[in-house]
């Protein structure tokens, strides 16, 4: 979706970390070394200290039933000093509307795309962890997981988006966002001719998911079920 709105872009409008690769193919070479300058810049890596720290307090019984923590313990020491200042597809929206500012964010069309939970779980399973047992996966890291997910999307428990875009339904949905953003073209037909960088990983059915990974799972995305109006029941094809 980035690559595809790039083509509206200029050189003076933010974007996410995306590689030279992909920027010099969609938008030319001239015009991506302008973009990639952003990229230079670092920052103290101030979340990786207090991710460390906050170790020792997630491993405390019943925490989290009181504190909502995006990432599981880690106790590795190899935190690096200092990381890329840049937005990423991680980002969240507070940090976007920190570095845009209110005035800005406050005029902006805002969207977000959402996936029904148990799609996108299985998703970030196969992906980076489908090598490891999947319920004794869900049990551990699907309570982060869309803790993660959620301070992403939302804004002080709010959804200010003026299009939700539900990736069951991309066709439709990025079409309307091309109205309501007055493109001269269709977003859409310039998105599904874009081949970036995916995941080479094989796809699991859903039916991995066993009853007590489904509870878990609905029970920690229950806010995304609910928000969006997915179901609770799964559809395995």
């Known amino acids: ?3 595809a709105l790039i083509k509206f872009c200029d050189s003076k409008d933010i974007v996410g970390d995306l590689s030279e690769d992909d920027l010099t193919k969609w938008v ?6 302008k973009y990639l300058l952003s990229y230079k810049s670092k920052k103290l890596n101030i979340n990786g200290f207090y991710s460390f720290i906050t ?3 997630k491993v405390l019984p019943f925490v989290k039933s009181i504190i909502k923590f995006n990432y599981p313990p880690n106790f590795s020491l190899k935190i690096p000093l200092y990381v890329k200042n840049r937005l990423d597809q991680h980002s969240t929206i507070k940090e976007v509307k920190k570095l845009v500012g209110d005035d800005f964010f406050n005029e902006a069309i805002k969207f977000t795309i959402v996936r029904n939970p148990y799609d996108q779980f299985l998703s970030f399973y196969t992906a980076y962890h489908n090598k490891k047992n999947f319920q004794e996966f ?13 301070s992403i999307i939302s804004l002080n428990k709010t ?8 990736y069951e339904n991309l066709k439709e949905d990025i079409e309307q966002l091309s109205k309501l953003l007055k493109l001269p073209e269709n977003l859409y037909e310039i998105f599904k001719n874009i081949r970036a960088s995916a995941s080479k990983v094989a796809k699991k059915d859903l039916s991995i998911i066993d009853k007590n990974s489904q509870k878990i799972i609905y029970k920690n995305a229950y806010h995304f079920f609910k ?11």
């Open 138 to 150: 869900t049990k551990k890291e699907s309570f982060y997981f869309f803790n993660r997910e959620n």
């Open 227 to 237: 928000e969006f109006g997915y179901s609770e029941n799964i559809k395995v094809k």
């Open 1 to 3: 979706m980035e690559l």
């Open 55 to 57: 170790s020792f307090i």
């Open 28 to 33: 030319g070479s001239t015009l991506s070394k």
């Open 159 to 166: 959804m200010p988006y003026n299009k939700i875009i539900k």
